[in-house]
Structure formats: C-alpha cells, structure tokens
C-alpha cells in the first residue's frame, strides 16, 4: 500500500520553469522506480520521465529531453520533476507514479498520485 501526493503544478507563461514534487508513503521499496506521466484533455496518458531509485539513472520522452530534469531524495521518499522552456504542448495533468519497474507505458502501473494540472499559456 503506497500513496503519493503531489504538488507544485500551476498556471505559467511560456518559457518559465515548473518543479513538481510527489512525496511518497505507505509501504515502499528501495527497488521502487518512480516517474511521471503526464495527460491532456481528449488524448492518451504519455510517459514523461522516470527514475531508478537505486542508482538514479533517468530515462526522458524525447518530447522534454533537454527541458526537464527528474530527480529524487531517496531519504525523504521524494522525487522532482524540474521543467524548463514550458510550451503550450506541455499542459497537462502531471500523475506521479511508481512500481518495481516503470516502462513507457501507463497501462500496468499500481500506484498513481492524484494529478497536478500544469498550464502554460502563450
């Protein structure tokens, strides 16, 4: 039984910078990768970003490579998502995820935060 809550979504202009936090508790394991996906209205839920949580090696969407950063605090049970250059196709909401193993793929992973809706206007 794990939770994530998460914060740090809101309205900003194109090109400012976002970081988004989820927090996780309950019941997790030091083998646990953690990442996020991300959805807008009328399409599919998309990989964004996750990472391994024990040698922290981060694997990116080519749609945000070079643009946003994940990274974790193992000890705090935490990880962060630092977005940059925001573009108008950046608007979404942002879920946390986490499971033994995350993949590019949404449909098989155990345990979702609640969603941060992240908006870039032009």
């Known amino acids: 039984q794990v939770q994530l809550v998460e914060s740090g979504g809101g309205l900003v202009q194109v090109g400012d910078s976002l970081r988004l936090s989820c927090a996780a508790s309950?019941?997790?394991?030091?083998?646990?990768?953690m990442g996020w996906f991300r959805q807008a209205p009328g399409k599919d839920r998309e990989f964004v970003a996750s990472?391994?949580?024990?040698?922290?090696?981060?694997t990116y969407a080519d749609s945000v490579k070079g643009r946003f950063t994940i990274s974790r605090d193992n000890a705090k049970n935490t990880v962060y998502l630092q977005m940059n250059s925001l573009k108008p196709e950046d608007t979404a909401v942002y879920y946390c995820?986490?499971?033994?193993?995350?993949?590019?793929?949404?449909?098989?992973?155990?345990?979702w935060g609640q969603g941060t809706q992240v908006t870039v206007s032009s």
């Open positions: 309950g019941r997790t394991f030091s083998n646990y990768a």
């Open positions: 995820a986490t499971d033994p193993v995350l993949t590019r793929s949404p449909n098989h992973v155990n345990y």
């Open positions: 990472i391994n949580r024990g040698d922290g090696t981060p």
